[in-house]
């Protein structure tokens, strides 16, 4: 029987649980605000199984999809494995089948043409359904009381696109999401589908585009009047794919794009702006427009910040040397020119969080993870393999920023915003703090924290009595959003 590797991709913080639990009435430490009420839903890469091959990364771990449930300040939790195609076959097989990180040319004959996504990167919530979402593949809907996974969403059938991006934009007053799906007809293919659901969710519109190279387009933004479309040089490959290879290798001399257009125009519209070569990012904290000028504001780095991917496109940086900050893009859409002005306007880091009512909107404060040089070495764990130990609140129209560090040994995931119903209350903050008690013991705990005061630390923390693997990303629905939940409607 195959055995978990020892790599920065199955230890520390990234040391395989695969223990599918709940628990009610979880030890609170400190007080929960009454108004916090509803569910932090988390995405979980944990592999069910130890992988084919021993340079298997975390983007490969199946995903599970975890609750925290709050009411009254009483929490509540629960992990449950998405059931994915690809998850339901292992399962049966009680072994691995899938090969290399979305490399269907290294699986077992016995799948070929299945369903590989593990749906394990963001949790999505829109018109009354919750999905599990990975850019590699379509969501899966989960039944956001029980956790049971329901099944792979196309919008009944209306969405043709064979991907489905894991950061889709909700417009705050009309209620439409907007999302894309890359590689939408294939593997290594150039089109993007561009599509938007209404309040309820239904399928409003569908259009197709080439983007300049295939690409890895993990976020993706809009305003009030645009969709925008980065575009970076991580790029894929059919050869090296068939040659079972890495999808994704950083290309430092290719030229970044950036495609805008009418969020409800047609593609015909799109003005492409090209951008410094070999830049990365992989999430934007917003985006909104000014008269003719549309500004984007980006976690950006002056290459990839994946080891895997710039070593397959032979770049060897050591993940300290990566430059970049919080930097703003502004684009003149009255001028003919296909450049843009760039801006830094904070420091490095990545994992940011925005007020849903500020989507597409000029905003006042946002919050991202960083690395804090006072906090100690990182702990090792994460997506990139090591860890944030600093949460920072950022106001870019006056440069103002504050930080919440952690002590030594200690690590965080990405929060999710609460907002409050008091007059002028920045809201709360929800995340997940790692801490090491010994050379392989790691406990987590949920901390509650003022959205406008962060420096002071948690107003609340709720110790977990199990072990927990490291997330990608999370959501918060409340508790009115909840009782629409259509699963539990009667038809």
């Known amino acids: 029987m195959r055995v978990f590797p020892e790599t920065i991709h199955f230890t520390g913080l990234n040391t395989p649980v695969g223990i599918e639990w709940s628990a009610?009435?979880?030890?609170?430490?400190?007080?929960?605000?009454?108004?916090?009420?509803?569910?932090?839903?988390?995405?979980?890469?944990?592999?069910?199984?130890?992988?084919m091959f021993d340079d298997d990364i975390v983007l490969s771990g199946d995903g599970m999809v975890a609750k925290f449930a709050i009411h009254d300040g009483k929490v509540d939790y629960a992990i449950r494995y998405v059931e994915t195609e690809r998850y339901a076959l292992e399962k049966d097989a009680r072994h691995a089948l899938f090969g290399r990180y979305r490399n269907p040319f290294t699986d077992d004959p016995a799948v070929a043409g299945r369903d590989r996504t593990v749906a394990n990167?963001?949790?999505?919530?829109?018109?009354?359904?919750?999905?599990m979402t990975k850019e590699d593949g379509l969501g899966y809907e989960v039944d956001p009381d029980t956790l049971e996974t329901i099944g792979r969403w196309d919008y009944h059938g209306a969405f043709t696109s064979q991907t489905f991006t894991a950061h889709p934009r909700v417009d705050p007053q009309t209620g439409e999401?907007?999302?894309?799906?890359?590689?939408?007809?294939?593997?290594?293919?150039?089109?993007?589908?561009?599509?938007?659901?209404?309040?309820?969710?239904?399928?409003?519109?569908?259009?197709?585009?080439d983007q300049p190279y295939c690409s890895t387009i993990h976020d993706f933004a809009i305003t009030e009047k645009y969709a925008i479309f980065p575009i970076f040089p991580t790029t894929a490959d059919l050869d090296r794919l068939k040659a079972g290879g890495a999808h994704w290798a950083h290309q430092q001399d290719l030229d970044s794009w950036v495609?805008?257009?009418?969020?409800?125009?047609k593609v015909e519209e799109m003005r492409?702006?090209?951008g410094r070569p070999g830049v990365s990012a992989f999430h934007i904290v917003n985006a909104f427009d000014d008269g003719d000028c549309v500004h984007l504001d980006l976690c950006l780095s002056d290459t990839n910040a994946f080891g895997f991917m710039r070593e397959a496109g032979g770049i060897q940086r050591d993940q300290r040397e990566i430059g970049g900050g919080l930097t703003r893009w502004t684009f003149d859409l009255s001028k003919e020119s296909d450049g843009f002005?760039?801006?830094?306007?904070?420091?490095?880091?990545?994992?940011?969080?925005?007020?849903?009512?500020?989507?597409?909107?000029?905003?006042?404060s946002a919050w991202y993870l960083s690395m804090n040089p006072q906090g100690g070495p990182p702990l090792p764990g994460g997506p990139v393999g090591f860890a944030f130990n600093a949460l920072l609140q950022i106001e870019p129209g006056n440069g103002r920023i504050d930080m919440m560090g952690l002590e030594f040994g200690m690590a965080i995931s990405e929060p999710v915003h609460v907002p409050s119903s008091q007059a002028g209350h920045e809201g709360w903050l929800l995340m997940v703090v790692d801490r090491q008690a010994g050379e392989a013991d790691y406990k987590s705990e949920l901390w509650v924290v003022d959205a406008n005061a962060i420096a002071a630390g948690p107003v609340a923390r709720v110790p977990m009595p199990l072990p927990m693997r490291a997330q990608v990303?999370?959501?918060?629905?409340?508790?009115a959003q909840l009782a629409t939940a259509k699963v539990h409607q009667v038809a």
């Open 24 to 51: 009610r009435n979880l030890d609170v430490v400190g007080e929960i605000p009454a108004e916090i009420d509803g569910a932090f839903f988390r995405a979980v890469p944990d592999p069910a199984h130890a992988p």
């Open 473 to 479: 990303h999370g959501a918060w629905v409340s508790a």
């Open 272 to 274: 492409w702006f090209r």
């Open 259 to 265: 495609g805008i257009m009418p969020r409800d125009g």
């Open 177 to 209: 999401m907007f999302f894309f799906g890359y590689e939408a007809d294939g593997l290594c293919s150039t089109k993007i589908a561009y599509g938007v659901a209404d309040r309820d969710g239904n399928l409003m519109r569908e259009q197709w585009f």
């Open 121 to 131: 990167t963001t949790p999505v919530w829109h018109g009354g359904r919750l999905f």
């Open 341 to 364: 002005e760039e801006r830094l306007i904070g420091p490095p880091g990545d994992m940011p969080r925005l007020r849903d009512a500020d989507q597409g909107r000029p905003y006042r």
